[in-house]
């Protein structure tokens, strides 16, 4: 492909990171080009009509804590760009055997009131962190730097940096228990490592602060804010452009990728050093996904009546359940009773299916680059807790992990956040180097979730690689 001028960067893929690096660099008066394999933009944050007609799905990314709790996105004028967010009464449901149900409410005190012996024990834990975000937020979520704030995130630390089955141990009853591990277990690892932890404080914290909302329309939504924002600016876009190759590009100072270790050094690994190569060779991918979309007749009929008004629904049942699933996962098998996350968007945008009529979106993990088919397995953990899910069913759509990959180059093996991210790559992904974004070759940086804070739809990933960039190849400070 011919370009008639040249640029001062280049943005290669256009997920969060992507696009939100396009915009940091484009709005310190550069001239940007954001270039998508796929003919819609997007990466994660795609929304289509997966099973039948009039029925949206979000492909990748469904619920949004992170979006809303984003420094980065919330600097962006996004609303006046045509994003809505709506928040579900409920953040997030946990559903157990007996018919009753933990869940996480925006209000700290009303999740603690709902958790009996243990919410005193659960405010405790929680209300510092609130206090403190606001002034750990950018170090959390970040590449590991001197903190504005030592103390704080000390504090944090010391809760964050344990397992989860450790952090479990302050809590007495099954229910408290329960939403902890449902919480954990986003962090796509058996809940006995360090730092599994990490991702449910935070995920817990930002719901009390920010709430977990779902986009309007369709996650795809958020992309064509920041996309809009973006062209505002100046900048310029070209989907159905897959890079393989840097002499596909024309000429710029800088380049990013919003790609993980595995793309760039096809791309681009003859050009990095034979340290920098073995760095990236050797970087771990988490476990894999296995996802199913439900075009339903009526709402999921949950037992638990607060499951009804959740936007996330958490299916696993005891703390123990969960961690005996997690770790099978993680030792390479497929765990009869997996845990499931699941949205119901359909119920709080009536956007998303025909009147009367639902979407449902789930996935449980599997290990990395799995083939077998997960549908029935998950749907006998929907029916666990909601009687008469299946008889609403009117057409599925699945994924299996290698089937993402396909979807998504950056899903490898099905791993949706970027490779694993624990104890080792927590703030050295994907290689331990003085800026994680840049590589061994002057003016090539990667922006994409394989780099901090890692998964999630935040934008600061590309966020801190722009501002990498714009220090070094411009000599500019943002």
């Not at 730092?195 to 329309?217: C, D, E, Q, R, Y």
């Not at 998964?455 to 400070?477: E, N, S």
Request: hydrophobic share 40%; with cysteine.
């Amino acid at each position: 492909m011919r370009h008639s001028a040249d640029y001062d960067a280049i943005v290669i893929g256009s997920g969060p990171n992507g696009l939100a690096a396009a915009i940091t660099l484009q709005k310190s008066g550069l001239s940007v080009l954001l270039v998508e394999g796929a003919a819609t933009l997007g990466g994660g944050l795609r929304t289509s009509e997966l099973t039948l007609p009039g029925y949206y799905h979000d492909v990748c990314s469904a619920v949004h804590p992170m979006a809303a709790a984003s420094p980065f996105f919330n600097a962006l004028p996004l609303e006046a760009h045509g994003l809505e967010y709506i928040h579900p009464p409920v953040l997030a449901g946990h559903p157990f055997d007996d018919g009753t149900a933990a869940v996480l409410k925006t209000s700290l005190d009303e999740t603690a009131n709902l958790l009996g012996r243990d919410g005193a024990q659960y405010r405790r834990f929680f209300e510092p962190l609130l206090r403190l975000w606001p002034t750990i937020v950018n170090d959390v979520l970040g590449p590991l730097r001197a903190p504005g704030d030592a103390i704080g995130l000390a504090r944090f630390g010391v809760k964050a940096m344990p397992s989860a089955r450790y952090i479990a141990r302050i809590f007495h009853t099954a229910a408290a228990k329960g939403l902890w591990a449902g919480m954990a277990a986003h962090s796509l690892q058996p809940l006995s490592r360090l730092t599994t932890s990490a991702i449910g404080v935070v995920l817990t914290v930002n719901g009390h602060l920010t709430g977990w909302p779902i986009a309007k329309g369709g996650s795809q939504r958020i992309a064509e804010a920041l996309a809009s924002y973006f062209r505002s600016l100046g900048g310029q876009i070209e989907t159905n452009f897959y890079v393989t190759s840097l002499s596909q590009l024309p000429s710029a100072k800088a380049i990013l990728f919003d790609v993980t270790p595995k793309q760039l050094l096809a791309i681009a690994g003859h050009r990095f050093s034979s340290l920098y190569r073995w760095q990236l060779n050797r970087y771990r991918y988490g476990v894999g996904v296995f996802k199913v979309d439900w075009a339903l007749d009526g709402p999921i009929p949950f037992t638990a009546a607060e499951c009804r008004e959740s936007g996330t629904v958490h299916l696993g049942g005891t703390f123990d359940e969960i961690a005996y699933g997690e770790q099978a996962v993680w030792r390479g098998k497929h765990p009869d009773k997996p845990f499931v996350l699941l949205a119901q968007q359909s119920m709080f945008d009536h956007t998303r299916a025909p009147d009367g009529k639902h979407t449902a979106w789930a996935y449980c993990h599997v290990p990395n680059g799995s083939t077998v088919n997960m549908t029935e397995t998950i749907e006998r953990q929907i029916e666990r807790f909601a009687p008469g899910f299946r008889d609403r069913i009117l057409a599925r759509h699945t994924f299996n992990s290698v089937e993402l990959e396909t979807y998504n180059p950056n899903y490898i093996g099905g791993d949706i956040n970027g490779g694993a991210i624990d104890l080792g790559q927590l703030f050295t992904r994907p290689a331990l180097r003085y800026s994680p974004y840049r590589t061994s070759t002057k003016g090539l940086y990667i922006c994409s979730s394989s780099t901090p804070p890692g998964g999630g739809v935040h934008g600061m990933c590309g966020h801190h690689a722009a501002r990498q960039a714009l220090k070094d190849v411009f000599g500019l400070v943002v």
